[in-house]
């Protein structure tokens, strides 16, 4: 089992970059399938970002070369690089860890875009 605990979130302005970190404890981050999702208000939450045990990474299309994910087996962190920000970001961004038939959520993290 593994604890997810976010960080990073906060008040950018467009154009702006923010980098998130996914802080892992109990398992190693390396054996999982982690994800970086978001939801805002009135909204389901998606997929913003995926990263396989094996590196490879996935995006979702709206966040496509502004977005990148990336995992510290050293650290047992994974980070969101969030650049070029716009106000249709702002949402509570959750890390998502995966293996097998499990599933672990951490809290999340605010991001705000606004001027």
């Known amino acids: 089992q593994v604890q997810l605990v976010e960080s990073g979130g906060g008040l950018v302005q467009p154009g702006g970059s923010l980098r998130l970190s996914c802080a892992a404890s109990?398992?190693?981050?390396?054996?999982?399938?982690m994800g970086w999702y978001r939801q805002a208000p009135g909204k389901q939450r998606e997929l913003v970002a995926g990263?396989?045990?094996?590196?490879?990474?996935n995006y979702a299309d709206a966040v496509k070369g502004r977005f990148t994910i990336s995992r510290d087996n050293a650290k047992n962190t994974v980070y969101l690089q969030m650049n070029s920000l716009k106000p249709e970001d702002a949402a509570v961004y959750y890390c998502?860890?995966?293996?097998?038939?499990?599933?672990?959520w951490g809290q999340g993290t605010q991001v705000t875009v606004s001027s």
């Open positions: 998502n860890a995966v293996r097998h038939l499990y599933k672990f």
């Open positions: 109990g398992d190693a981050v390396s054996i999982y399938r």
């Open positions: 990263i396989s045990t094996s590196d490879s990474t």
